[in-house]
């Protein structure tokens, strides 16, 4: 891709002794859609914070261009942030908000005075911005009298206007519903392009991040799980905490017998996965759309179905295979209790390491629990770890 | 009613009726009528009262101006705590806080006898300095012969008290404004590029406005009115409209119609004054809040 504009190099970052991010090491290519994805308290916000300037990482250094910035406050930055709850001023209408940044007096590199935008350019900009943003004839409005989805604009717009060179958004799309989410990703990725600009991006919703970014860096505990296209994260998760985080997962313990050879209940596998030591424990993923169900007598393993919900494009059928329960996304309809086989390609499997997460996830025996917690997670956009450098 | 609980409002209503609304309409009707047998007693209707108004415009003017000069000093001391009481951490808060409010729980004639005390011409502050050799040295300095400031009975005195007692009125509604800003629109306007004198002027100091109207209020209500401040502080130099209205109901120069006529113009021009600065004031919206 095109050049290196932002590197984090081991940052970490510590509020009275509690380390929230831990040995970072980032880079952020130039007019690149980049996300930071997690879940709560992961770090990702103050990852953002610290590539805006609000915190100041304990250790570590920022560079942007090749400079270091670590010291250098936000307004002397090439960066603007599009704030979680948009922080509009409310005592300026739409015009005003947007035109707040450049209403600020710029010190001209060669002069070194401070110079004033003329205001038939304040009005030009602010006007095409608008119109960037689909709020022409917005512009008299106070920031009261606009709904969620148009704060959000003019919030994007009023970080736009001033060219900057990345912009920063903090889950810019937590408070909108569904619909509205939707139509702002594909928004926000048609600005991004257009204007040619990189964006970081923090969100905890990972279809929103597989939809948008040209790069994922998946976050969880402070640390970094992986870094990768939408595709790597999905199809070659590095662990089982990302395989679970990023799509539904099985998430199964198994042995390496031989490169492309796993043995999963007492029972061998082809996949494509090598380079394991010779019998090494790994956790094994299959996603639930990657499981062909066939007649009990031809499956490569046999199972009895335990609960199906259907989701519209396909059904949500849970099975239990000796114990373990497995969710499978499928066309065909099995009714509760049935016995199904099942078969699994070898591109359906993929064997990663063993880590800290082996263990904790991949099991659908609480999967009405499971689906209630991720209800709750979008109703209420999320609070951050805390800390905010006060003035 | 729409509310069941509606009724829990009564007690205060029938207070209200007796005490507030009663009286303003027993002022009113005594400001437009005459004496009757006695000067207590209402006669018919009248206009005098108003038109003998033109004697006191000085009173009126001074009321006014040391009022609004008090105001002003309150706002110029006080809005600079208030941000900062409301930038600092909780235990500076409530170290301030209490400072500010330890005055209001000494009895208000003993403090303002205190200041009286401090002020006289034989008083604590020019006692020392006496005793200091300021006197004989501005004296020898300039050929005069002093041996006192005048403090006591100037209206200089009677700001100070009216600054001395009011200020908590204007500190704690802008404090309590600056608290509850949202400390992301700060960050907001730093990340757009203000500086921090710049985030002030452009957001703090705006959005505060509400928090310094109601302070302006509670001062300057109160001060243009005061009777007790200019008696003690002021003397019989500087009547102002209360001690004006004292003397009609209380003092030797009994004539509650006049008086009621004198407090009812007082009322208007207050009230016109405080629905001016709320139209100011709307203009940067919020001030709807308070």
């Known amino acids: 891709m095109s050049k290196e504009l932002i590197r984090l190099a081991n940052c970490t970052m510590a509020f009275d002794g509690e380390v929230v991010l831990d040995n970072i090491n980032l880079y952020i290519n130039d007019k690149e859609f980049l996300t930071l994805l997690g879940p709560s308290g992961c770090g990702k916000t103050t990852t953002l914070r610290i590539i805006g300037g609000f915190q100041e990482p304990t250790s570590g250094d920022v560079f942007f261009d090749g400079v270091r910035i670590n010291s250098i406050p936000p307004h002397k930055r090439a960066v603007n942030t599009v704030f979680q709850r948009y922080a509009l001023f409310p005592h300026l209408n739409v015009f005003e908000n947007i035109a707040f940044g450049l209403r600020i007096p710029k010190v001209d590199p060669e002069t070194k005075q401070k110079v004033k935008l003329p205001e038939q350019e304040i009005h030009d900009r602010v006007m095409e911005m608008l119109q960037v943003v689909n709020l022409k004839g917005f512009e008299k409005r106070r920031i009261t009298q606009l709904s969620g989805g148009q704060q959000q604009r003019v919030a994007i717009a009023r970080a736009l206007v001033n060219r900057p060179k990345v912009l920063l958004l903090d889950e810019p799309l937590g408070a909108l519903d569904l619909k509205l989410r939707k139509d702002m990703q594909n928004e926000l990725k048609r600005i991004q392009q257009s204007l040619g600009i990189t964006f970081i991006y923090v969100t905890h919703d990972q279809e929103e991040a597989l939809a948008m970014s040209d790069t994922v860096v998946v976050m969880d505990g402070g640390k970094i799980q992986q870094i990768g296209t939408p595709e790597d994260i999905y199809n070659e998760p590095k662990n089982a905490f990302v395989a679970d985080f990023i799509g539904e997962s099985n998430i199964l313990d198994g042995i390496m017998r031989a490169d492309g050879v796993v043995e999963i209940f007492n029972r061998k596998f082809q996949c494509l996965d090598k380079g394991f030591l010779p019998d090494e424990p790994v956790d094994v993923v299959i996603r639930p759309e990657d499981v062909d169900i066939v007649p009990e007598d031809q499956g490569q393993l046999k199972g009895t179905v335990t609960s199906v919900t259907f989701k519209g494009v396909h059904y949500d059928t849970i099975v239990d295979f000796y114990g373990f329960k497995w969710l499978i996304q499928t066309t065909d309809f099995c009714p509760v209790d049935s016995r199904i086989g099942i078969k699994i390609d070898p591109d359906g499997i993929h064997v990663m390491k063993k880590s800290q997460y082996s263990g904790m996830f991949g099991d659908y025996s609480s999967y009405s629990e499971e689906y209630d917690e991720i209800g709750d997670a979008t109703l209420e956009p999320e609070e951050e770890e805390g800390e905010r450098d006060e003035e | ?290």
Not at chain 2, 71 to 95: D, N, S, W
């Open chain 2, 1 to 290: 009613m729409k509310n069941k609980l509606s009724w829990l409002a009564g007690p205060y209503v029938l207070w209200m009726t007796l005490v507030v609304i009663v009286p303003i309409l027993l002022v009113v009707v005594y400001a437009f009528t005459a004496s009757g047998e006695t000067a207590a007693d209402i006669g018919g209707f009248t206009l005098d009262n108003f038109s003998r108004m033109g004697t006191y415009t000085v009173i009126f003017a001074r009321s006014f101006q040391l009022a609004l000069v008090a105001t002003l000093v309150c706002l110029l001391i006080g809005y600079p705590l208030a941000y900062v009481m409301a930038k600092e951490g909780p235990g500076f808060q409530r170290v301030a806080m209490v400072i500010i409010m330890l005055p209001m729980w000494v009895n208000f004639l003993l403090r303002t006898y205190a200041w009286m005390a401090i002020l006289e011409n034989n008083g604590i502050l020019n006692n020392f300095f006496e005793a200091i050799g300021l006197f004989d040295l501005i004296n020898g300095l300039f050929g005069t012969d002093i041996s006192f400031f005048p403090m006591i009975r100037t209206q200089g005195a009677v700001v100070l008290g009216m600054v001395y007692n009011y200020l908590p009125f204007m500190v704690l509604p802008i404090y309590s404004v600056i608290i509850k800003l949202d400390h992301s629109l700060v960050e907001a306007a730093r990340d757009l590029g203000a500086s921090s004198a710049g985030v002030f002027r452009r957001v703090t100091l705006p959005l505060s406005l509400p928090g310094v109207l109601s302070g302006v209020t509670m001062v300057f209500v109160p001060s243009v009115s005061t009777f007790a401040i200019s008696r003690m502080m002021g003397g019989n130099n500087q009547m102002l409209l209360g001690n004006l209205i004292e003397q009609q109901f209380l003092g030797g120069a009994y004539n509650p119609h006049l008086g009621s006529a004198i407090a009812l113009v007082m009322m208007i021009i207050v009230v016109a004054c405080m629905w001016i600065m709320n139209r100011f004031g709307e203009g940067e919206e919020q001030a709807v809040i308070l």
